[in-house]
């Protein structure tokens, strides 16, 4: 089915028929659904280590079949497709959106306006593991021949919230442990001095590096930040030392120049990379590459790569991308749950839900449609979210009090870390027993987890024993 541009989704078939079926959903139970195997199998699929469960949705099968219905008529494969290939899908800014050049493979094609844009980008990423190399090696010396093991990246919005989620998990990470040895990275976004004072003690200037990261070099509290610390490395090592001690990462290298810092030591990145989706460019690869070394950061874009090769070719029943941004929809515009908690149990995964928050929230929850058209219905949903122990003894109460908001579980089948009590189960296994036994009014037994080889669980019930119609558990 083809929708003219100007049609809204609302008015398609496909629309009206979800919104008649939510009184088919409103009459089942969830402990119904969880009854019918066939169901319930159908309703996990595995990418890479990923396993996604989604059976305990409020959603059968012809739920399903209806947002691929849906899907159809929003034109959702041709619009990956046309992605991919560089078109403008931006229509406000007539650009390409093209994040995923960020990981291509060396050998990729990936043409926006008529050029191929991955050997720039390889260009870029070359020459960080080559800066990133002469600084940990000590090739690369501050003003008075000191190494800098210190990094304090300068950034707002996209450009500090990916790269803070992608440290984070890092942090813990036995191999990014032994590449990190000795250094510190800090991010500094706040406008606040106190984030200033905070980000500047214990440290030296002249053994630390500080990174700019501003798409357009024009952010407001960014570039405060950034007179502020040339000011800290100025007034202790004297104006010359800033070519030493200070680089950026921004589309805007003429920005980056008239501030003071040597083009040479700037690191591009492209217009046709949304702020959000930039921890694949130089924003997150430079600082974290100053971190833990280049070889590392290349692990995670080859993963991110991976996912975005599945997103394009996995049929829409087997793609996790697609089929957790139909049940978002189904969520929020026809069932009516405008929330979504972020809940994963491991500490490593503790800034997952501010990236999610800025990547899902500034990008959907328009309120006119694509051509500019006030939208009858809601979109996009609230996402929240903490990992998923402390949740428990925190908010998840409201929860368990028969607010119905949907929960994404993330659950991490082996932990970066041991334990330290022998003979224990491994905490997350703890983890997910406890998510077991807090689903066991519902749930079919799932296999152990020991059993499946998976490397991460990503549930996605509704309601669980969250909904008070269950009975509650508190
Ligand atoms: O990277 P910058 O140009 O400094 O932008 C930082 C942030 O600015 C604004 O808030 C945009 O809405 C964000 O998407 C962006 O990430």
């Not at 009459?27 to 019918?36: I, V």
């Not at 357009?216 to 950034?226: D, I, K, V």
């Not at 202790?236 to 680089?247: E, I, R, S, T, W």
């Not at 501030?259 to 217009?271: E, L, T, V």
Request: aromatic share 8%; charged share 20%.
């Amino acid at each position: 089915m083809k929708m003219a541009s100007s049609t809204l989704i609302c008015d398609t078939e496909p629309w009206k028929e979800l919104r008649a079926h939510v009184e088919d959903i409103n009459k089942t139970h969830l402990r119904d659904l969880m009854n019918d195997t066939n169901r319930c199998q159908s309703m996990m699929v595995e990418f890479d280590g990923i396993l996604l469960d989604y059976s305990r949705q409020r959603a059968t099968l012809d739920t399903l079949n209806k947002l691929f219905n849906l899907a159809e008529a929003a034109r959702v494969k041709e619009k990956i497709v046309r992605m991919f290939n560089g078109e403008h899908m931006n229509s406000t800014e007539n650009r390409s959106v093209l994040h995923v050049a960020l990981r291509a493979p060396r050998d990729a094609v990936i043409n926006s306006d008529g050029k191929n844009v991955v050997p720039e980008v390889w260009q870029v990423l070359d020459k960080i593991r080559d800066f990133s190399e002469r600084v940990r090696n000590g090739a690369w010396v501050g003003a008075t021949g000191k190494t800098l093991k210190d990094v304090v990246a300068i950034g707002i919005g996209g450009s500090f919230l990916g790269p803070l989620f992608v440290h984070t998990a890092l942090q813990t990470e036995v191999e990014a442990i032994e590449g990190a040895r000795g250094r510190q990275l800090r991010f500094l976004a706040n406008v606040d001095p106190i984030d200033v004072a905070r980000n500047i003690t214990g440290l030296n200037p002249e053994t630390t590096l500080v990174v700019v990261v501003s798409k357009t070099f024009t952010t407001a509290e960014t570039m405060l930040n950034a007179r502020t610390l040339r000011e800290w490395i100025s007034s202790a090592l004297g104006p010359q030392a800033v070519a030493k001690h200070m680089v950026a990462v921004s589309t805007n290298l003429k920005l980056v120049e008239q501030f003071g810092i040597d083009p040479n030591n700037a690191f591009a990145f492209w217009d046709w990379v949304g702020g959000r989706y930039s921890v694949c460019s130089a924003v997150g690869v430079l600082p974290l590459s100053l971190q833990y070394g280049f070889s590392i950061v290349e692990k995670f874009l080859k993963g991110a790569s991976s996912v975005d090769q599945h997103f394009y070719s996995a049929p829409f029943e087997k793609n996790i991308p697609v089929l957790l941004g139909l049940l978002s929809v189904w969520n929020v515009s026809f069932l009516g749950y405008p929330a979504r908690a972020i809940l994963p149990y491991s500490q490593a995964l503790e800034k997952l839900a501010p990236h999610i928050q800025q990547v899902s929230m500034e990008s959907n929850g328009k309120a006119v449609s694509i051509d500019g058209v006030p939208l009858p219905y809601e979109t996009g949903e609230i996402d929240f979210g903490e990992p998923g122990t402390n949740g428990q003894h925190s908010f998840y109460q409201l929860i368990h009090q028969g607010r119905v908001i949907p929960c994404d579980f993330i659950g991490v089948v082996k932990s970066q870390q041991p334990i330290y009590l022998k003979g224990k189960l491994d905490i997350d296994v703890e983890n997910w027993r406890f998510e077991i036994s807090i689903l066991k009014d519902v749930a079919t037994t799932p296999k152990p987890i020991q059993e499946t080889g998976i490397k991460a669980r990503l549930k996605t019930p509704t309601y669980s024993y969250i909904d008070n119609r269950m009975g509650g558990r508190r």
